[in-house]
């Protein structure tokens, strides 16, 4: 094994066992392996089989790939511009989460005065938070009109019919988080 991927399956196997708050005594006893062995895996100076990368990899409840995955960025910019935005008439919605979380979508709602956008009904079960940033929006949702104002926050169906509007002179600001039902 290069060194490089030693000290990789290294790191990475002791960030896993820290990361779930176990010793080193605790998680060789889940693997069923001496904690000796488990020692010498932290330390890089082992070369060990496919079989105790395996045991090691079922302890630490994750892919066998991620023992020897290279580091990933704790964290990344999207410069603006960066994330997907559809235009729907005058308003601009924008995506907020540049990875895909099943069941959940945030997006920014940029409505200009006057301006109108008709929402999609979700999915059964599906909860719609919606609040203000700047500005008024005015959200008619399940038979319901509310006028929110800046710090305002409503929770409905998303699985109604809904619509929001800015009723001001000036834009409006909004975000929609949606939590899809989970599937059962």
């Known amino acids: 094994m290069s060194d490089e991927l030693a000290e990789r399956l290294a790191r990475n196997i002791k960030e896993l066992r820290v990361g779930r708050g176990f010793t080193q005594a605790q998680i060789a006893k889940l693997a069923d392996l001496p904690r000796a062995t488990w020692a010498n895996l932290e330390s890089s100076a082992a070369n060990p089989t496919l079989t105790v990368l395996h045991r090691v990899a079922v302890a630490l409840q994750v892919p066998l790939e991620e023992l020897i995955a290279a580091p990933r960025a704790d964290a990344k910019i999207y410069p603006k ?23 959940m979508q945030i997006e920014r709602m940029d409505l200009p005065a006057g301006s109108r956008l008709v929402g999609i009904p979700h999915t059964r079960g599906t909860r719609e ?48 988080y949606v939590i899809l039902k989970p599937v059962e």
């Open 129 to 176: 938070y919606l609040t203000c940033e700047s500005g008024s929006i005015e959200l008619v949702a399940s038979g319901q009109q509310f006028v929110l104002t800046e710090g305002d926050v409503v929770v409905f169906p998303g699985d109604q019919r809904h619509s929001y509007h800015n009723p001001g002179s000036k834009r409006a600001i909004g975000y929609s």
């Open 81 to 103: 511009g960066t994330l997907p935005s559809r235009e729907r008439g005058d308003v601009t919605v924008q995506s907020l989460l540049p990875d895909k979380i099943p069941g």
